[in-house]
């Protein structure tokens, strides 16, 4: 698996700019994050609000594997409390703070190790993956951006989890979707799926799709002149495949964060009933 470790450094003030980090969304996509969360979830406002009134969240910190990341578990609580929920991170870590987070009666318990990050629903045992969240969530926020996709051209790169759940949530969008992955061999078992199309001269086709989902973990990879004139990116991949000068350029029709739409989305989905 090619899974983008976070870093202490992509995460850092992330809890004092989430105001900022909202308003931004909003005036980019006419959504906010808690919009994009419903939205992706398929979850009503009204139905998100009541389960923030009545849930409890906890945070559980991973010591397995590569170890804690600075920060992580105090960002994925401010996301959650940001979206009404009441959240506590346990004193313990792993298991034995999993038996904490059950002992006081969380209703929804997130942690993560270096494969997967999860939030697990410990009243009907849903669990919500931070792949398929991620990939839903940003076509959420494409979809605001664009002002609805349907029948708009849209290009995923990289058929991983997030590229995999992008690319089913557009086509429950009725988007006309294509995706494109390095190695060929990772689409193959796309290609029966109806109206999907699969790319595989990247440099010749990538001017043709004005939306794009950059869902790999590759870095500054796309110059503007490669894209379409009024290229809209969501960019849930990290570190961020657009060059740091066509950023700086086109920053307004951008969606890229570290982990602010993924939590959201992974919150409501997991705070269903
Ligand atoms: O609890 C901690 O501080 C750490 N164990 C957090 C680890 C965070 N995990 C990652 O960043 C992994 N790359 C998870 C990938 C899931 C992506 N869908």
Redesign the pocket.
């Known amino acids: 698996m090619n899974?983008?470790?976070?870093t202490e450094k992509d995460i850092i003030g992330l809890d004092q700019e989430l105001v900022s980090y909202s308003r931004d969304l909003l005036k980019k996509t006419g959504m906010t994050l808690r919009e994009i969360a419903c939205f992706a979830s398929g979850v009503r406002e009204e139905e998100f609000l009541r389960a923030g009134e009545k849930l409890k969240v906890a945070v559980v910190?991973?010591t397995a594997g590569l170890?804690?990341?600075g920060g992580?578990?105090h960002s994925v609580q401010d996301i959650i409390r940001f979206l009404g929920f009441e959240t506590v991170i346990t004193r313990g870590t792993d298991v034995d703070g999993f038996y904490q987070a059950a002992h006081q009666k969380a209703d929804i318990v997130f942690m993560?190790?270096?494969?997967?990050?999860i939030a697990l629903n410990l009243h009907n045992g849903f669990i919500a993956d931070?792949?398929i969240a991620?990939g839903r969530g940003y076509v959420a926020a494409l979809h605001g951006m664009s002002r609805g996709l349907k029948e708009k051209k849209v290009l995923v790169l990289g058929a991983g989890?997030?590229g995999r759940a992008s690319l089913e949530f557009l086509q429950e969008l009725g988007a006309q979707s294509a995706i494109y992955d390095t190695n060929t061999l990772a689409t193959v078992d796309i290609k029966n799926q109806d109206g999907v199309t699969i790319e595989s001269d990247l440099d010749q086709v990538l001017i043709r799709y004005p939306y794009l989902v950059d869902a790999t973990p590759q870095g500054s990879f796309l110059a503007l002149e490669k894209l379409h004139k009024n290229i809209m990116v969501a960019a849930p991949g990290i570190p961020l495949g657009l060059t740091a000068d066509t950023y700086a350029m086109i920053e307004e029709r951008v969606i890229h964060d570290p982990l602010q739409i993924g939590v959201a989305v992974m919150l409501a989905l997991a705070s269903k009933d």
Do not use: E, Y
């Open positions: 899974l983008t470790r976070l910190p991973i170890g804690i990341i992580f578990v993560a190790d270096d494969n997967r990050f931070n792949g991620t989890p997030v």
